[in-house]
């Protein structure tokens, strides 16, 4: 990233569905800490439109008001795009041409089903891309045969939940966050949890030693942050289940969004995610950035 104070390029894919008001409504808050340009991209599922013309032309006119929306708040600028094929392939493709600065995402697409996790196209970009991913949380609610959704928090960057295990992934969120400060955050807290399944057989001597050496890392990145302009940084340093803590921790202090690296000190070269992302990305209720 080169400048905290201004993102690059954001990707930001978009089905024509209720769902995307919503995640517009994100998109105009990150528009207004700060941003080179913005692009929309719908991809219209050959599968579903057999690329019909008219579907196609009514879906440029729905990104060209979306435009129009985050440009009213401040972007400066935006682009859209209507193509057909396969959604999480087009957007696989333009990742690898155009590195991002950061692709936005909605947790749910078209079909709004609760018991989804994900989408089927968002697990598929999280898993395939190098860039930073924001994985905007949908809160669905059904009515008898009915389903909406709102977002999980209104405000994305509310409170900021930063867990960090030190390894060069948890480096890599840095900037991102560095460039957040824009957004007047209510607070961000700094986490670390020491894993049990690492530390188990530890001595009484040996965490105190893990102890002051953690608590030393948590207190220069509280500096670091507030450094950045932040006026509100917290620390947290606890030991548990590195899952359940963060989970956990989210809950309790209402964190909106959630930043961590996409794989942790002890993550297997192989996997895309650690298993504490993964899990948190399915799990959790707020936002969640991922950034490797």
Known sequence: MKDTKQLGTVLVPLEVAESSEKIISAVEEIARVGVDEIRLLHVANVRDTLADPKILEHDREVLAAWRERLLACGAA?????????????????????????????????????????????????????????????????????????????????????????????????????????????????????????????????????FNRRDEGRLVALKRQFEEAGFANVGTVLKTGNAITEVLALAEDRGATLIVLGAKGRHGVAEQIFGGVTEAVVHRSGSHVLVVR
């Not at 924001?134 to 409170?159: H, K, N, P, Q, S």
């Open 77 to 209: 600028s935006v682009t859209t795009e209507v193509v057909s094929g396969i959604p999480s392939i087009e957007i696989i493709e333009r990742s690898e041409r155009g590195g991002y600065s950061l692709i936005v995402l909605g947790s749910h697409g078209r079909n709004l089903i609760s018991r989804v996790l994900l989408g089927s196209t968002t697990e598929d970009v999280l898993r395939n891309v190098k860039d930073p991913v924001l994985v905007v949380r949908l809160r669905i609610i059904e009515t008898g045969d009915e389903a909406t959704c709102r977002l999980a928090a209104d405000r994305l960057f509310g409170r900021i939940l930063y867990a960090t295990d030190f390894s060069a992934y948890a480096e890599r969120c840095i900037p991102c966050l560095s460039w957040m400060a824009g957004a007047h955050t209510e607070e961000v807290i700094v986490a670390h949890i020491q894993d049990l399944r690492h530390i188990q057989y530890a001595s009484e001597e040996q965490m105190a030693g």
